[in-house]
Nanobody, 126 residues
């Protein structure tokens, strides 16, 4: 059983920064987990933002150069540093985890992830 807890969302002006955190609590330490960030706005499908799969990082085009995903294995925590935020970044952000991927083809699909957090709201005002 794996539980995820996000934090760090909030209201920020355009051009500002936020750092989201995702604590990964696993009953067993047998596995290493890939952690992805997704976001969702009302009426739209949940979309991929970024993933950290061991040392491999990948981002959706709209956040490249602005967002950075990282992890601290000692704290079992993944982070999403978001800089130069834009109003179109406004969404509920979810972290998701699954045992390490063997194929990058699976990074982008919500169905590839076994565990999900409850989400944290990010609002960027213009």
């Amino acid at each position: 059983q794996v539980q995820l807890q996000e934090s760090g969302g909030g209201l920020v002006q355009a051009g500002g920064s936020l750092r989201l955190s995702c604590i990964v609590s696993a009953r067993s330490s047998q596995y290493y987990y890939a952690v992805g960030w997704f976001r969702q706005t009302p009426g739209k499908e949940r979309e991929f933002v970024a993933v950290l799969n061991w040392n491999d990082r990948y981002y959706t085009d709209s956040v490249k150069g602005r967002f950075t995903i990282s992890g601290d294995t000692d704290k079992n925590t993944a982070y999403l540093q978001m800089n130069s935020l834009k109003p179109e970044d406004t969404a509920v952000y979810y972290c998701a985890a699954t045992p390490l991927f063997t194929s990058s083809y699976d990074y982008f699909k919500t169905t590839s992830y076994s565990y999900w957090g409850q989400g944290t709201q990010v609002t960027v005002s213009s």
